[in-house]
């Protein structure tokens, strides 16, 4: 290979160095520059909850270790909806976390007791799953009470199927016509239908 060649390719490689690094270096000033608005805004001791929360979706701010710390910062400070999304989501990226379910059913709790209809969905889901029954029928009734459609139909499935609560086929009725006329078209109200509604018209 001659020399020029060489000496070509040596700039060459050379530039592509330099560009690589400069991109690199405007890349964690970007991040640095978004670090420091998070920590401007947060440096003021008055933020609530749903101002961290609303702070996420600006659009300069990408950096998603960034977008992490405010959401953690919202539900610290009590916003609800981040409760629910730290509960559901943020945990499960920390796997060396112990006693995961008892931190996940304490902030979806704290999200639940605040009255939002989807955080008590969420808590009864997480009960139901791992067969607290009581306790999910305490939280979908709950929700139910606070026109949940989805929270009304479960309730419904809890009292046809006698879970958690004594069977009461009025009750089931009652929560599901509730729940369809809520506008829930969820599988249990087919399934309702196909159990007890169908079979008594037929006769």
């Avoid at 559901?88 to 605040?114: H, M, N, S, T, V």
């Avoid at 009581?134 to 009304?152: P, S, V």
Wanted: glycine share 6%; charged share 30%; aromatic share 8%.
């Amino acid at each position: 290979m001659k020399a020029s060649t060489i000496k070509e390719l040596g700039i060459v490689s050379l530039v592509v160095l330099c560009v690589v690094l400069l991109w690199q270096n405007r890349s964690m000033r970007d991040e640095l520059r978004q670090y420091r608005a998070v920590e401007t805004f947060l440096a003021a001791e008055d933020r609530t909850g749903a101002e961290c929360r609303t702070e996420v979706g600006r659009q300069d701010i990408q950096d998603e270790t960034a977008r992490r710390l405010l959401r953690i910062m919202a539900a610290q400070k009590g916003d609800a909806r981040a409760q629910l999304g730290f509960a559901l989501f943020e945990l499960g990226e920390y796997p060396a976390i112990q006693d995961i379910d008892a931190k996940r059913e304490k902030w979806l709790l704290a999200a639940a007791r605040q009255g939002e209809p989807e955080c008590m969905f969420a808590l009864a889901e997480f009960y139901n799953q791992g067969g607290a029954l009581q306790r999910a029928f305490h939280w979908y009734r709950e929700g139910a009470l606070r026109n949940d459609a989805r929270c009304m139909a479960m309730l419904g499935q809890l009292y046809l199927d006698g879970a958690g609560v004594k069977a009461d086929a009025s009750q089931a009725e009652f929560w599901f016509k509730k729940a369809e006329a809520a506008g829930c078209s969820d599988t249990l109200l087919e399934e309702w239908k196909t159990r007890c509604v169908i079979p008594q018209n037929a006769r």
